[in-house]
């Protein structure tokens, strides 16, 4: 439907029509207005989770990205995880989770451009980011204890357990941030 009524200004958001589209979180509301509004433009930070074995032979771990830095998120076929991977943007953050074994969430990656064809794959489909280390936790939060609270129950990681990439509500994100403090 597009924004009708609605005008960008350095980094600013001009309604000039009575009804605005006012978008808080996952709610959408119209309000009425009889002067022209300015809003801000709202770069919210999305929350993921991505995961990679951290030893085999394509295994990535957590402590090499310390010690790169930066990296390319890349090797992702499944079609639900492309479909979250295309919705990142630079400035996202994201929980690097270990499979196998361990089974954890270890540290937080900050995605560092947008998804981009990925160059060693021949299927224009396939994507990769760039991500950059941000932040080790304090502790790693393991599934199992994910499991254990309700909070968690309706979240992929819980529900589509072989998914790869999904996205994090904000509740869970701050839960998981929470958990790892203790």
Known sequence: MGNPGFRTRGGLWLCTNDFVRVRTGEHQSFKNHKTPLIIQKNEMTNYWLAKQEPSGPR???????????ITTWDGVHNNLALKHMREMTSGDLVLFYHTGDERQVVGIMEVTS?????????????IAVDVKYK?????????????????????ELIRISRLSIMPVPKPIWDAIMKISQN
Do not use: C, S
């Open 135 to 155: 932040k080790t936790l304090k502790r790693p939060v393991t599934l199992a204890e994910m499991k254990r609270d309700k909070k968690f129950k309706d979240w």
């Open 59 to 69: 295994g990535y771990n957590f402590e090499q990205l310390k010690k790169e830095k």
């Open 114 to 126: 947008k998804p981009y064809h990925n160059p060693r794959e021949n299927i224009e489909r396939f």
